[in-house]
């Protein structure tokens, strides 16, 4: 199984970014997909995640509103669609599969990461 995380990059206040991340050699059948994020120095904490049979999404309170999860079985791609960043949003983005909403230990998969700069 490999997740490949992009669509990262620099971006203004106030503006959108649409991180992708495509999934190879796992079925979106059951339990969670989630994007996850990390600062330096901090623990990489849940943003938004989707039940993939049921299509039931949660976000992080700071997400809601702003941030919009979603997946494309047929593209086995998984999104995150960015809105209205604020320099807090700056992080290393992480897609992560075969998991339980936030329950970070509970992901086997995990990608490589995708920068987001907020400035």
């Known amino acids: 199984v490999q997740l490949v995380e992009s669509g990262g990059g620099s971006v203004q206040v106030g503006g959108s970014l649409k991180l992708s991340c495509a999934v190879s050699?796992?079925?979106?059948?059951?339990?969670?997909m989630a994007w996850f994020r990390q600062t330096p120095g901090k623990q990489r904490e849940g943003v938004a995640s989707?039940?993939?049979?049921?299509?039931?999404?949660t976000y992080t309170d700071s997400a809601k509103g702003r941030f919009t999860i979603s997946q494309d079985s047929a593209k086995n791609t998984l999104y995150l669609e960015m809105n209205n960043l604020k320099p807090e949003d700056t992080a290393m983005y992480f897609c992560?599969?075969?998991?339980?909403?936030?329950?970070?230990?509970?992901?086997?998969?995990w990608g490589q990461g995708t920068q987001v700069t907020v400035s």
């Open positions: 050699g796992y079925t979106f059948s059951t339990y969670c």
């Open positions: 989707i039940h993939i049979a049921s299509g039931r999404t």
């Open positions: 992560a599969a075969d998991g339980w909403w936030f329950e970070r230990s509970s992901y086997n998969v």
